[in-house]
Nanobody, 116 residues
């Protein structure tokens, strides 16, 4: 069984920070480009960030605030989210492969709520 599991979501005030984790089992994340997506209430799912073997990419709405990274030893991809805004609220998912746009693997999602 190939699996991605997200964690790290929660409730945070505007301006706060969270770090999301995406842990893979059954396959090596080094061979995939891992993306983070989110879906807010009443909105379509949108891409947030993608990390390949050499590059990272971010949606304009999060550029400068979010950082995606990879820990190969732990088979984990992280999304560090800083200066969170109300509009960042949503369910966050990790998936592969964002380079090709073909997503064979999805996590179950983790809820991020930004509220004062």
């Amino acid at each position: 069984q190939l699996q991605l599991v997200e964690s790290g979501g929660g409730l945070v005030q505007p301006g706060g920070s969270l770090r999301l984790s995406c842990v893979a089992s059954g396959f090596n994340l080094d061979y995939y480009s891992i993306g983070w997506f989110r879906q807010a209430p009443g909105k379509e799912r949108e891409g947030v960030s993608c990390i390949s073997s050499a590059d990272t990419d971010y949606a304009d709405s999060v550029k400068g605030r979010f950082t995606i990274s990879r820990d190969s030893a732990e088979n984990t991809v992280y999304l560090e989210m800083n200066n969170l805004k109300l509009e960042d609220t949503g369910i966050y998912y990790c998936a592969a492969d964002c380079w090709y746009g073909i997503y064979d693997y999805w996590g179950q999602g983790t809820q991020v709520t930004v509220s004062s």
